[in-house]
């Protein structure tokens, strides 16, 4: 793994934004598809996590994967501000991508 591209670390909820998840991909439009559609089981599926709520992109794969791991450790009120930041209205961002 490695080399240049487009990164994406991404967080998904659910529609009742009790539950977070955050992944990393390098197509999001595509991996959001998947997520909607149930396409790959597993906890988004298992939770019915479709709602786009945050990004960011990198064009490093380990500075991607470096970042999922960070976020992934946060404590949850940490995630929950970078979300409010960057998307206040937890709107379903999948629309803008």
Not at 12 to 35: A, F, Q, S
Not at 70 to 79: A, I, M, P, S
């Amino acid at each position: 793994m490695g080399g240049k591209g487009q990164y994406y670390v991404y967080m998904l909820t659910n529609k009742n934004n009790r539950v977070l998840y955050i992944g990393i991909t390098n197509d999001l439009p595509r991996r959001i598809y998947e997520h909607k559609n149930k396409l790959i089981n597993g906890f988004t599926k298992r939770y019915n996590l479709n709602k786009l709520i945050y990004y960011e992109t990198t064009e490093d794969i380990f500075s991607a994967l470096e970042r999922e791991k960070q976020l992934k450790n946060w404590h949850r009120e940490w995630k929950l501000n970078l979300i409010n930041n960057f998307n206040p209205r937890w709107v379903d961002l999948s629309d803008y991508i």
